[in-house]
């Protein structure tokens, strides 16, 4: 309990960014019309290849015997993926509405 509390009172400034991070993203989403939700969700799911970078990453620096380390990235690098695919899949059947049709 001791080290969960040293470890909030170090990085109160990152969990006070990362509360206004939230309420911020609400805010703008909350606002978009619905008519773009599909193209902004499609690219921020694109953009989530960050994640992938981040967790491969992670997975490199751990310690060969760290199974925590090493299973959370795993999940991170599945889950990213499956974002990633299903933001280019999103992308491609928005992309086919507008073509013209034979």
């Known amino acids: 309990m001791q080290e969960l509390l040293s470890f909030i009172t170090e990085n109160l400034q990152m969990i006070y960014i990362v509360i206004l991070m939230i309420f911020v993203g609400v805010e703008v989403i909350g606002h978009v019309p619905a008519v773009l939700h599909t193209p902004l969700m499609s690219g ?59």
Not at 50 to 78: Q, R, T
């Open 44 to 102: 921020a799911n694109a953009i989530h290849g960050v994640v992938i970078i981040g967790a491969i990453l992670v997975m490199l620096h751990a310690e060969p015997d760290n199974i925590l380390a090493l299973s959370l990235g795993f999940v991170a690098v599945v889950f990213g993926t499956l974002n990633v695919v299903g933001g280019f899949v999103v992308t491609d059947r928005m992309l086919e509405m507008f073509k013209k049709k034979k």
